[in-house]
């Protein structure tokens, strides 16, 4: 059996593109990436790849607490970064940071721009919801 639990943050960004946060299927959820939106729907950290970084992975914790899942049900990631080379540090330790001593399967990519000026990081996700939370 197969089920749809859809996420929505319910901001501009969601109806202007065409999409959802998050999307059930079966057991597992799949997140679009994931950015540094507050709650209102805006970008007030543009350039600073820590604060966006600490609030995409704040964005990520909602997604989780939705569907009732935690990290280490994050069974892969996606991060696309601008300017790669000088954030890949910054990116290790925030990931060690932000997943203990669990290890997704992970891709990061760097790329030359993202959809927002001023957007450096994204982060899309799966989750299993089989595990153990």
Not at 12 to 20: C, L, Q, R
Not at 79 to 93: M, Q
């Amino acid at each position: 059996m197969t089920t749809h639990d859809v996420f929505r943050y319910d901001i501009p960004a969601e109806d202007d593109f065409g999409y959802s946060q998050a999307i059930r299927s079966g057991d597992l959820v799949h997140v679009s990436g994931q950015l540094a939106f507050d709650a209102a729907g805006e970008f007030p950290d543009g350039y600073d790849f820590d604060a966006q970084l600490r609030r995409t992975h704040a964005n990520m914790d909602r997604v989780l607490d939705h569907y009732g899942a935690t990290r280490i049900q994050i069974v892969s990631q996606t991060l696309y970064v601008v300017d790669l080379r000088h954030h890949a540090a910054a990116v290790a330790r925030a990931n060690l940071a932000y997943f203990g001593e669990h290890r997704p399967a992970s891709t990061v990519l760097g790329v030359t721009e993202l959809t927002l000026p001023g957007q450096v990081v994204e982060i899309a996700f799966v989750i299993d919801s089989r595990l153990p939370a």
